[in-house]
């Protein structure tokens, strides 16, 4: 059975990859609640996910919304649609620009950072010097991560929906010629508490994926430079796509019905 | 009972790494207060026997007893208080580059003893005295030192928390012999002044005579041969004769494969 064998290891070394990420998650995410709890250790953490990410969370969202503005307005010209602007702006924005673009950046900052740090510490045996100096690298260096990344993403989207509105109204009002008070009272009326809701639960989702990520692939790093290098790589790539693909899902449960 | 227990015993312990077997039924006694220096050439699994009695590594098989307790298999709290008698000085050092030298030497006071800072900074400059530092280095990052320097400290924070005992992985690989034989006089000296029991691995024949009461030597995953350190040079073991002269053609054949 040549054809079958590969096939078969392949999915047997998923699920063993599954597996052990699952433990992982469950170890991490038990340790959070279990003292002892870090507080100076999370207080680091999260200034510099939350803190640290807001230019570049910031810069992507004004021009996401500055830019959705503008091509919303190319399209809908020509059915005269273009009082629809505003609303198009805030829900895109909210539901699915702000948390998934806000993800994506704060990924590309923070699963590295993460990933390249826990792994030098593996490759150096700081992870084993932890240990032996009876202090628990999950409590230690997970725990923190994760509950800075659960707590600080839907902050920074709350932030990126604010810009990213934001940018659209500037273009619309002074480039696009809009009443800024219809502009405003638009936005305000088309925009419900659930599309702000999902967008926020979407960000503490993907908050969790991001460090989890981070911390799991430098945990498991192995073989010096070159060993840390993968594991950031593979922290960037996994945590965007696991972003894409629970943000569907979370999508749907939230509006498909 | 008739004859004392041994602080650290091990029996029948295997472990290996995919096909490659490290440990094949080791068995080694560390009496209380001695100090025992394994020898063997690279890759011959010493760390991993370290590693393995701290629990970062589960054995295959076999077991390891402190002070009668059986450890293999221990995990959680339990696991945590038989570290509480450990120090370790790892073969770089292996600092938290992410504090300052200070903190890196209270970290077990702090973190596994939740000392007050004030208190745990005072003895960890106090142990940064003892081991030939000042009050400044204190201050340092890990990335400032030099090698001798990261050693020391190192050392610092292995007796820092007055551990029982006290592993030495390789301690003066990579240093000058004037710094290494520092070190082996530090490491005498704090073992002794603790009242430690000390396991150390090393390939440097002059510093496992310096700080070993009694040498054990491991080849293909077995303790080969043990004895008081005075009898290793008249040990009539062929494979420990080419070890401590440095031979190339003897018993041991090293992996080199030709081109």
């Not at chain 1, 290891?9 to 279990?34: D, I, K, M, N, Q």
């Not at chain 2, 080694?28 to 690279?42: A, H, M, T």
């Not at chain 2, 690989?173 to 073992?191: E, F, Q, S, W, Y």
Request: glycine letters at 12%.
């Amino acid at each position: 059975m040549p054809i079958l064998q590969p096939i078969g290891r392949a999915f047997l070394g998923f699920l063993e990859v599954a597996g052990r990420l699952t433990v992982f998650a469950g170890t991490g995410v038990s340790h959070c609640v279990r003292p002892p709890i870090y507080p100076r250790l999370i207080l680091r953490q999260m200034v510099e996910i939350g803190y640290y990410s807001l230019p570049v969370v910031g810069l992507t969202a004004i021009f996401t919304g500055m830019v959705l503005a503008l091509q919303s307005y190319t399209g809908f010209a020509r059915f005269s649609a273009e009082s629809a602007i505003p609303n198009v702006v805030v829900v895109s924005i909210t539901r699915e620009l702000g948390p998934v673009l806000a993800g994506l950046m704060v990924t590309g900052r923070i699963a590295a950072a993460m990933a390249a740090e826990i792994g030098t510490m593996r490759v150096t045996e700081q992870i084993d010097a932890l240990d032996t100096l009876a202090t628990n690298p999950f409590k230690y260096l997970v725990a923190p991560r994760l509950i800075a990344g659960v707590t600080m993403l839907p902050i920074l989207v709350l932030v990126a929906d604010a810009i990213g509105v934001f940018g659209g109204y500037v273009v619309s009002i002074f480039k696009l010629g809009f009443n800024p008070g219809n502009y405003i009272k638009n936005t305000m009326d088309f925009v419900e508490t659930m599309d702000v809701v999902s967008g926020l639960v979407k960000a503490g989702v993907f908050g969790f994926l991001i460090t989890l990520m981070g911390c799991y692939h430098g945990y498991n790093s192995k073989g010096g430079a070159q060993g840390v290098g993968t594991a950031t790589t593979n922290a960037v790539v996994s945590a965007s796509m696991l972003i894409f693909c629970f943000n569907y899902f979370i999508t749907e449960i939230f509006f498909a019905r | 009972m008739t004859e004392t227990v041994p602080k650290i015993r091990m029996r029948g312990l295997c472990k290996a790494f995919g096909d490659k077997v490290v440990l094949d039924g080791l068995d080694l006694d560390v009496g209380q207060s001695e100090s025992v220096v394994v020898i063997g050439g690279s890759g011959t699994g010493k760390s991993v026997m370290l590693k393995c009695i701290l629990g970062l590594l589960h054995p295959e098989a076999g077991s390891i007893q402190v002070d009668g307790e059986e450890v293999v298999g221990l995990h959680g709290q339990d696991l945590e208080r038989v570290r509480r008698k450990f120090g370790m000085l790892f073969q770089n050092a292996a600092l938290f580059d992410s504090m300052p030298v200070w903190e890196n030497v209270a970290f077990g006071l702090v973190q596994g003893q939740a000392m007050a800072r004030n208190e745990a900074k005072e003895i960890a400059l106090a142990k940064l005295a003892a081991v030939g530092l000042g009050m400044n280095v204190g201050e340092l990052w890990p990335a400032e030192l030099s090698g001798g320097m990261r050693k020391r400290v190192g050392l610092a924070r292995a007796i820092a928390t007055t551990p029982e005992i006290i592993f030495f992985d390789e301690p003066t690989t990579g240093l000058d012999p004037i710094m290494g034989d520092v070190i082996n006089d530090l490491i005498v000296k704090c073992v002794r002044e603790l009242g430690a029991t000390a396991l150390s691995i090393t390939h440097d024949m002059a510093s496992a005579r310096k700080i070993a009461d009694r040498i054990a030597m491991l080849y293909e995953g077995k303790i080969i041969w043990a004895g008081p350190t005075a009898e290793v040079d008249r040990s009539g073991n062929p494979y420990v004769e080419q070890f401590i002269h440095g031979n190339a053609e003897g018993p041991i054949e090293m992996e080199v494969r030709a081109l």
